[in-house]
């Protein structure tokens, strides 16, 4: 088994986390408060998942413009400051690794914290917040042992999100715990199969497969 550590891409970090929120509102629990504008900035945050080049960047930069003019008419807006980690995140990753790009990190975590402090049950922000924790370096503020806590936070309240298993998995693969890692990656990969469409049925095999090494 391989396990990764400060040298993994910190863009994969953003794309990761922000794979979290999900396409479809009417399967998240309650906890993500904001206005119809933040609703259309994520809105735009996913359909960016199905398109490529210009295409793809114009929704991101939609996407980020209305998340940010939603922020802008109420800071209280969780949902606002979410789809500004959403857009920014997904800008950021295809851009790809560059000192410039580094220096948007900081602000990926004030805007994902901002939703967690106002919105502290929020299963998107919770799993985006322990995928970002698990990828960064320590020195960038990765921190295992609370992305974990996220994680089983997240599924406390949501134990049927298949994200929120696979990125537990990924943690506990990073701490060594493989055969928990396998349990939690099976769950996912059981839970996606259910839910077609998305990609976390491919991502959890291909984690399965890389601990079975």
Request: aromatic share 2%; glycine share 8%.
């Amino acid at each position: 088994m391989r396990t990764g550590n400060g040298t993994r891409s910190l863009v994969l970090v953003v794309l990761l986390s922000v794979g979290a929120a999900r396409a479809d509102p009417s399967v998240r629990p309650p906890g993500l408060p904001g206005s119809a504008t933040a609703g259309a900035a994520l809105d735009r945050c996913s359909e960016a998942d199905h398109a490529r080049g210009p295409a793809r960047a114009e929704l991101l930069k939609k996407g980020l413009a209305l998340a940010e003019e939603a922020v802008a008419t109420d800071d209280a807006d969780a949902r606002a400051h979410f789809a500004v980690f959403c857009n920014l995140g997904k800008q950021v990753h295809d851009a790809g690794l560059s000192v410039f790009n580094l220096g948007k990190l900081p602000r990926l975590r004030r805007e994902v914290d901002r939703t967690l402090e106002l919105a502290p049950a929020s299963t998107d922000a919770l799993v985006g917040k322990g995928a970002m924790l698990r990828e960064m370096p320590r020195l960038l503020g990765g921190d295992l042992a609370q992305a974990e806590r996220l994680l089983r936070r997240a599924l406390d309240i949501d134990p049927a999100f298949p994200y929120a298993h696979l990125e537990l998995a990924r943690v506990l693969a990073a701490r060594h715990a493989v055969e928990e890692a396998r349990v939690e990656a099976g769950r996912a990969l059981e839970m996606a199969r259910e839910r077609p469409g998305g990609t976390e049925a491919e991502q959890a095999a291909a984690l399965l497969a890389e601990l079975a090494r």
